[in-house]
C-alpha cells in the first residue's frame, strides 16, 4: 500500500535570529524579522520525502496555516521534494493567537479531504514550544499516535517507529493510518537545490480559509504580558571547596 503523506510546515522566526518583546509586551516583533520553516518540520518534510523515494509513500503534500508569507515556507517544502502544497489563510494578525487545536481541527480535516494515510509533523516549533498539535490530531482522527519519532520502519500495514523518551529509546508498532511527530534525530533535512528550487514554482498550492474547512479559529486565551527572561548574573570564581560552600549557603542555594 502507498501511502498519501499530509506534513504540516510552520513560518516561525528563523532559530538565528534574538526574538526582542513588542513595546506593548502583548508579543514579539515580527515586522522586518527573518522567517524560515520550523526546524522540526523540516525533518518531517524530509522523512516523508525519504519514504516516498523507497517507494512506501506514493504522495507528499505540504500543509501551512499563516499568512500570505507562509506559501514561501510550503515553497521550501516542495523544493525539497514534497509534490503539492495547501495553504490555510490566517490574516497575519490572527496568527498568533493561532493554537494547537485550531491547527490540529484543520489538519483532521484535510486528512478526510485528501484521503491521507499518514500524517507527519514536526514534534514542536520552536516559537511557541507546544509540542501538541499531532496528539490532537490523532486523537481527533482516533488514530495511533508515534511522537517523538528517531526511526520509522514500515512494516505490513503498520510503523515500527523508535522513539525518544527520558530513559533512553522506546520502539513501538502502530497500526496505518496514523500520525508519528518528529524528533531532532529522525535524519538530517537536505538543501533545496536550485534545480529543485525552479521545479517547486511550477508545483500547485491549493489556498482555502479555515472557515471553508468548518474549523472556528476563535482564540480559547487571551495574552496578558510577554517579558524578556531575567538577565543572568555574572558567575564568580573561588578558591577552594570551602568557599563554594559557604557562597551556596549566603545565596540560599544549600
Avoid at 522586518?32 to 516523508?48: L, Q, R, T, W
Avoid at 500520525?179 to 534525530?185: C, G, H, M, Q, T
Amino acid at each position: 500500500m502507498s501511502l498519501r503523506v499530509l506534513v504540516g510546515v510552520k513560518r516561525v522566526i528563523d532559530y538565528a535570529v534574538k526574538i526582542r518583546v513588542r513595546p506593548d509586551k502583548l508579543g514579539v516583533v515580527t515586522d522586518g524579522v527573518k522567517h524560515s520553516m520550523n526546524p522540526f518540520d523540516e525533518i518531517a518534510i524530509e522523512e516523508a520525502v525519504r519514504l516516498k523515494e523507497k517507494k512506501i509513500a506514493k504522495e507528499v503534500v505540504a500543509v501551512s496555516c499563516g499568512p500570505t508569507q507562509a506559501q514561501e515556507t510550503i515553497r521550501t517544502a516542495l523544493a525539497m521534494g514534497a509534490d503539492r502544497g495547501i495553504h490555510v489563510e490566517i490574516p497575519a494578525e490572527e496568527v498568533e493567537k493561532l493554537e494547537p487545536l485550531h491547527v490540529a481541527k484543520i489538519m483532521a480535516k484535510l486528512v478526510e479531504q485528501e484521503k491521507a494515510d499518514l500524517v507527519v509533523l514536526g514534534k514542536q516549533a520552536i516559537d511557541d514550544d507546544s509540542n501538541a498539535t499531532a496528539q490532537m490530531t490523532a486523537s481527533i482522527l482516533d488514530w495511533p499516535q508515534a511522537t517523538f519519532a528517531s526511526k520509522i520502519e514500515k512494516t505490513d500495514g503498520e510503523l515500527q517507529v523508535t522513539r525518544e523518551v527520558d530513559g533512553g529509546l522506546e520502539t513501538i508498532k502502530v497500526k496505518l493510518p496514523a500520525v508519528v511527530s518528529a524528533d531532532l534525530r529522525l535524519n538530517e533535512p537536505r538543501y533545496a537545490t536550485l534545480p529543485n528550487i525552479m521545479k517547486a514554482k511550477k508545483k500547485k498550492i491549493a489556498k482555502m480559509k479555515a472557515a471553508d474547512l468548518g474549523v472556528d479559529t476563535t482564540s480559547h486565551f487571551e495574552v496578558l504580558e510577554v517579558a524578556d527572561p531575567p538577565v543572568r548574573e555574572a558567575g564568580i570564581k573561588v578558591e577552594d571547596v570551602d568557599t563554594l560552600i559557604t557562597k551556596l549557603k549566603e545565596t540560599g542555594r544549600i
